[in-house]
């Protein structure tokens, strides 16, 4: 997994053969996860509009959370955590939304919130079954 993961960060699972044309960079993050490299997520959704798919954002919150102090290999671990929870939604990308370091009587701790988020062709989002469908075909 990358260390380059922060807030805005998008990581996306198996790209659509077409969202390939959008000519993104992206580097291997965590299985089939990728790390897309773009400014943030409003560039990547007027690519993504502009080429005739939908990206949409998930209102719930996905959070991973770890002890200690601050550090890229647990970040990635927490980030883990939240793709496998995310996997089970079969949503098709993730947007980190923060990572924030805390203290409760003394001891250290961090929150890594996501958000899902999911690309497809039609303006409806597509319900679990198809989605699952689509991600295995």
Known sequence: MPA????????????PVSMQSLGLESEPCSGSWSLVKVLDGFVLDRRINAAGWNFFFMAGEVKGMFFGSLGAKKIQSALRRILEKVRKQNFNSLEVTAIVAKRFLGVRY????????????SCYLDDTAVRRASQHS
């Not at 380059?4 to 790209?15: E, P, R």
């Not at 961090?110 to 062709?121: G, I, Y």
């Open 110 to 121: 961090t929150v890594v919130t996501a958000h899902s988020r999911h690309v497809q062709r």
């Open 4 to 15: 380059t993961v922060q807030v805005g960060s998008i990581l996306m699972n198996k790209w």
